[in-house]
């Protein structure tokens, strides 16, 4: 498929999309709540399609595509139905309220703050099939429209979820079911068609690898497009003097049930006067684990991202540190940002560690992996930012995808304003 019908592709899916915008800001509450809870009940009447699909993807996987990867891929009956369980959660969730605050100008007028939809969001992301349902969700439940692109490896599962779940479910809702739309080509360039076209998808969600996002961010900026870019992960554990030993070993399984995704363990800083018991027990999990210690001297930065390393995506950097401070410093400054712990005993070495990191999640004695929207937050997420400016940060979820307007009118609902 040439560059130029790849782009008139995600154009139409644009346009396509934009058509079905109305629908979704103009509905009741009661609407999107019934399309969530229809998402969920066709994920459960569809799971054999659903599954066979996604055999279909697997099947056609080089032998050399990554274990990792593939996990991210696989479904079974279980995530799916963990996937219905997650929509049910949101679609029980509050909607966010549209008037956020209302004020008193003293001339007669006030001013609301309201929230209104984006309207057409892409969103750009890695070939796990669980993505497409989170974000068509999050998006149904903010009363935005999208087109999404996936993996080329997922697109079998991802078009069987769009085609058999959410434009059904939409539908049985009396909403238009093109209000999502799926971008049918494995091609990469779709991805940058996505981040290209300001007047029909003025922003756009990236995940997937640091250097492929922050490229896709990069020309999304050069193209006026906004971006919510989630680029790069990899959790931080600091064992701590204080660190009870049965402890360090849970969380060290905990944080490494997964070894594909963003905020799994990656880096392990010990202190220095607990270094050698440490990294004993800590060599006992990661060999039952199955996982390779880089220790020191590193010949890779220490907050290299293992889990965007296909085909060494089991080891975990190991180094010394002589405080809480120092380990703040190096989750700070040689990390992504996205999130750090602490395992003590001690509240005060606590409170030093977490009021010196400044990532985007902090944790005493519990693991980086509950840096997640549903965990954390009780929604499903979109992706999470890390970005160090005002705006979302962290998990993103259905609460983030709006835009502020400010309604400015007479106080009594009739008269005439003064004007100062």
């Known amino acids: 498929m040439s560059e130029q019908t790849i782009t008139e592709l995600v154009q139409a899916a644009g346009r396509a999309a934009q058509s079905a915008a109305p629908s979704l800001a103009a509905a009741a509450d009661a609407s999107l709540t019934d399309a969530l809870g229809a998402m969920s009940a066709r994920l459960a009447a569809e799971v054999e399609l659903l599954l066979a699909a996604n055999r279909a993807d697997l099947a056609a996987l080089e032998a050399s595509f990554p274990d990792a990867m593939r996990d991210r ?3 079974d009956a279980g995530r799916i139905a963990a996937m219905a369980a997650q929509i049910d959660a949101l679609a029980a969730a509050p909607f966010a309220p549209v008037i956020v605050m209302r004020r008193d100008l003293g001339n007669g007028a006030v001013v609301e703050e309201r929230r209104r939809p984006v309207g057409v969001i892409g969103a750009n992301y890695e070939a796990r099939p669980n993505v497409t349902i989170d974000v068509a ?3 149904i439940k903010s009363r935005n429209v999208g087109v999404l692109r996936t993996g080329g490896a997922a697109l079998r599962s991802a078009a069987a979820l769009v085609d058999l779940v ?9 909403l238009d079911p093109r209000a999502i739309q799926l971008v049918r080509s494995p091609d990469r360039a779709a991805a940058t068609a ?29 193209n006026g497009v906004r971006t919510l870019a989630h680029a790069d992960g990899g959790g931080v554990l600091y064992a701590d003097t204080a660190a009870e030993v049965g402890l360090f070993r849970e969380l060290l399984r905990a944080s490494l049930d997964r070894l594909g995704v963003c905020n799994r363990l990656n880096l392990l800083l010990i202190h220095g006067d607990r270094w050698d018991e440490l990294v004993a027990v800590a060599a006992e999990e990661f060999a039952a684990l199955g996982i390779a210690p880089v220790l020191p001297p590193h010949t890779q930065a220490r907050g290299h991202e293992w889990a965007l390393d296909e085909g060494n995506e089991a080891h975990v950097t190991v180094d010394r540190v002589h405080s809480p401070a120092h380990a703040a410093a190096i989750a700070n400054e040689e990390t992504s940002g996205l999130a750090a712990g602490i395992v003590t005993a001690d509240p005060e070495h606590a409170r030093q560690f977490l009021d010196a990191y400044v990532g985007t999640g902090a944790f005493w004695n519990t693991p980086t992996r509950l840096l ?11 992706g999470i930012n890390v970005d160090h400016v005002p705006g979302p940060r962290g998990p993103v979820t259905f609460r983030d995808l709006y835009l502020r307007q400010y309604v400015v009118m007479p106080a009594d609902g009739a008269g ?5």
């Open 73 to 75: 891929l696989r479904l």
């Open 137 to 139: 969700s999050q998006l």
């Open 166 to 174: 959410i434009a059904p479910a939409l539908e049985q809702a009396g």
């Open 194 to 222: 996505l981040v290209s076209a300001p007047g029909l998808i003025p922003l756009v969600i990236i995940r997937g690898s640091g250097p492929t996002t922050r490229e896709l961010a990069t020309r999304a900026a050069t």
């Open 372 to 382: 997640d929207g549903f965990k954390l937050l009780g929604a499903p997420e979109t």
């Open 416 to 420: 005439a304003l003064s004007v100062p």
